[in-house]
């Protein structure tokens, strides 16, 4: 089960209203919008996926690692714990 489960919906609610803002970017962009609207547009569509990324590496780093932390597996908590570093790093990246 992915740590995210319990909070689903609003993940997917969330993520609606950013789908609903990239289309209204479209049709800003379709009807010639003045370049800094649409920029404007683009910064909130961005902020608002960096948010949600963000939730979703606490969802992981609460239950997944520690899932795997407070296994018997130390390979297993190796493996999620670089995994998540990794997830990080391309977080931080973008």
Same mark, same amino acid.
């Given at each position: ?7 689903? @919906?609003?993940? $997917?609610?969330?993520?609606?209203? !950013? ?5 209204? !970017? ?5 009807? @010639?919008?003045?370049? !800094? @609207? ?7 569509v ?14 992981? $780093?609460?239950?997944?690692?520690? @899932?795997?932390?407070?296994?018997d ?7 999620? $714990? ?5 997830? !990080?790093?391309? $977080?931080?990246?973008?």
């Open positions: 089960m992915p740590g995210y489960e319990m909070h689903k @919906d609003e993940y $997917l609610a969330r993520l609606k209203r !950013i789908e609903g803002q990239v289309r209204g !970017i479209h049709r800003m962009v379709d009807e @010639d919008t003045y370049c !800094i @609207d649409v920029l404007t547009q683009v910064s909130a961005t902020r608002a996926l960096q948010s949600v990324a963000v939730g979703l590496v606490d969802e992981h $780093l609460r239950h997944c690692v520690r @899932d795997a932390a407070a296994g597996d130390p390979d297993e908590a190796d493996r999620v $714990l670089t995994e998540a570093t990794r997830a !990080i790093e391309r $977080l931080v990246r973008s």
